[in-house]
Structure formats: structure tokens, C-alpha cells
């Protein structure tokens, strides 16, 4: 059985001989009575502040959980624009990584180009050189064959003017 104020007050005893007093018990139940009026007041007032005090918690817990439902949306946002620009800067650096390939294989062909017109340019050369070689040594080969001509032919007219001079040494230059 739940007491109410009411009832405390409205309770009546029955008296006996020798019992207590009737004023006495009757002011006691009023000042229980009050109390319990003040107890109750207070309880509801608790009661409608622990109510108020759900509410703010139901709110802050709302909040905690609009916040954090912001943090992750935000945390999986940071995630996804890390993933975007780490695939960005993956594909900037396979195109740049490829453009460098294409650049080395491009300098690489024309280094053999530069190479091969080096090599053909060098055999032209040699070609020339042997072709001048060649003509230097027929010059030089007909020089040596005029000048061993030449030294028989001076010898030749030195041998026939030795004999002239002989000849004009065994005449007598008196006509005789």
C-alpha cells in the first residue's frame, strides 16, 4: 500500500484505555503529513528535472552522435580525396615516367643515327683518304720513275759530254 498525505492525515486510531494522546498523535500525523506534501513536491520537481535532464542527455547524445556521424562522413571524405590524389599523383607519375621513357628512347634512336651518319661519314673519310693515298702513291711512284728517267738521261748526257770532252782532249787543238 502506497501512504499518501491524505491518508496520513485522514488516518484516525482507536483509543484504548491508557493510550496516547489525541492531540499529540493527531499533530504528528499533520507534521508527517507536510513533509510527505514537501517530500512529494520535491520528488516531482526531481522528477521533472531528471525528465529535463533525460532530454539534454537524449540532445548532447543526439549531438555525440551527429558529430561523429560528421566525423566519419568527413574521416571517409579525407580517405576517399587521399585515394583520388594518391591515384592523381600515381597516374602524373606513370605519364611523366613514360614521357621520360619515350624521350630516353627517343634520344637513344637519334644517338644511333648521330652514330650510324658518324661511322658513314667516317668511312667516307677513309675512302677519301685511301683514294688520296692511292693517288699520292702513283704521283710518288711516277715522280721515282721520272726522276730515275731523268738521272739516266743526265747520266746519259754526262756520260756523252765526258766522251766529248775526251775526245776533245785527244785532239790536238792546233788542228793537227
Do not use: C
Request: glycine share 4%; net charge negative.
Amino acid at each position: 500500500m502506497q501512504l499518501t498525505p491524505e491518508m496520513i492525515r485522514e488516518q484516525r486510531f482507536r483509543t484504548r484505555f491508557s493510550g496516547f494522546d489525541k492531540e499529540e498523535v493527531a499533530g504528528f500525523l499533520v507534521g508527517i503529513a507536510e513533509d510527505m506534501d514537501e517530500l512529494l513536491e520535491e520528488n516531482n520537481l526531481l522528477r521533472s528535472e531528471l525528465g529535463s535532464l533525460k532530454e539534454k542527455q537524449k540532445d548532447l547524445e543526439d549531438i555525440f552522435l551527429s558529430a561523429k556521424q560528421f566525423s566519419d562522413e568527413k574521416k571517409r571524405l579525407a580517405e576517399q580525396e587521399a585515394q583520388l590524389k594518391t591515384a592523381e599523383a600515381q597516374r602524373k607519375a606513370s605519364a611523366i615516367l613514360s614521357e621520360a621513357n619515350e624521350k630516353i628512347e627517343a634520344a637513344d634512336h637519334r644517338a644511333r643515327e648521330i652514330e650510324e651518319q658518324a661511322h658513314a661519314k667516317a668511312r667516307e673519310i677513309l675512302k677519301e683518304a685511301q683514294q688520296i693515298k692511292a693517288s699520292l702513291e702513283k704521283e710518288l711512284a711516277e715522280l721515282k720513275a721520272k726522276r730515275a728517267n731523268l738521272f739516266t738521261e743526265l747520266k746519259s748526257v754526262l756520260d756523252s759530254y765526258q766522251n766529248w770532252i775526251r775526245e776533245m782532249g785527244n785532239v790536238d787543238p792546233a788542228g793537227r
